[in-house]
């Protein structure tokens, strides 16, 4: 689509923080008022709008790619959409161990066993940890009390969230990031142990890198668009 505008200006509405172009306010793909819920995520969605050249190209633009979803997709869907990513700790990745070799066993441990003991205490709940990919049931309380934890998150950081949820393969890291306030870099690298243990083994071809820093890329947007979208 090419560029139809010259000045991106972000306005506070009655519905939050607007971004303008040359004075006329963004709409989402199913026309609602893209209004942002803090003038930080505002500012990052005015300063994609800002960096466009000749033409408007959406992959350049994640944060208003996630802001249209907030919006036209979980506002309206906000408590299956919240299901749907709760439903990732029946078998969050980081209660799955490998059973060999020893040194993967600990590299995993010691990435992992702290972040379920950070959801433990913060929760009040208890994982079943197993060895191998067979599948074990998790209590039924712990999968509520999470299940709730989740829906009580607002439309945008529930966004983020299931950006950072569904790259991870776990539950427990993205809340570790949105609620527990982890780093994300370090999040990251937990859920890639497995994946960087076969990179050592076996060398990484140059497609592999580049899919593996693009998931990397939009796991440190979400991140930062989680971050962001609080006040």
Same mark, same amino acid.
């Given at each position: 689509? #090419?560029?139809?505008?010259?000045? %991106?200006a972000? %306005?506070? $509405? ?6 303008? *172009?040359?004075?006329r306010?963004?709409? +989402?793909p ?9 003038? &930080?995520l505002?500012?990052a969605?005015?300063a /994609?709008?800002?960096?466009?050249? /000749? ?8 944060f208003?790619g ?12 906000? #408590?299956?959409?919240? &299901? ?8 969050? *990745? *980081?209660c799955?161990r490998?059973?060999? =070799?020893? +040194? ?5 441990? !010691?990435?992992?066993?702290p972040?379920?003991?950070?959801? @433990? ?17 998790? =209590? ?7 299940? !709730? %934890?989740v829906?009580?998150?607002? =439309? ?9 949820v569904?790259?991870?393969? $776990? ?28 990179? /050592?083994?076996?060398? /990484?071809?140059?497609?592999a890198?580049? @899919?593996?820093?693009?998931r ?15 006040p």
């Amino acid at each position: 689509m #090419k560029r139809f505008y010259k000045e %991106v200006a972000m %306005v506070a $509405s009655d519905q939050g923080f607007a971004v303008q *172009l040359d004075a006329r306010p963004v709409r +989402t793909p199913a026309r609602a008022l893209l209004a942002l819920p803090t003038p &930080a995520l505002a500012d990052a969605v005015a300063a /994609e709008w800002r960096a466009q050249g /000749e033409s408007v190209d959406p992959a350049t633009m994640p944060f208003t790619g996630l802001a249209n979803a907030a919006i036209d997709h979980v506002v309206a869907n906000h #408590k299956s959409f919240a &299901a749907g990513i709760a439903r990732y700790g029946e078998s969050d *990745l *980081l209660c799955y161990r490998a059973e060999a =070799p020893q +040194t993967l066993v600990q590299r995993q441990a !010691a990435a992992w066993d702290p972040l379920l003991d950070w959801a @433990r205490a913060r929760y009040d709940v208890a994982f079943v940890v197993t060895q191998g990919v067979l599948p074990v049931a998790q =209590p039924a309380q712990t999968l509520a009390r999470l299940g !709730a %934890v989740v829906e009580a998150f607002d =439309p945008f950081l529930l966004a983020g969230l299931s950006t950072l949820v569904n790259l991870s393969g $776990s539950l427990i890291c993205g809340l570790a990031i949105v609620d527990g306030g982890h780093d994300l870099d370090a999040i990251w690298q937990a859920a890639e142990i497995d994946e960087a243990w076969q990179v /050592e083994q076996w060398g /990484e071809d140059a497609q592999a890198a580049a @899919r593996n820093a693009r998931r990397a890329a939009d796991f440190a947007v979400a991140g930062a668009f989680c971050g962001m979208s609080r006040p």
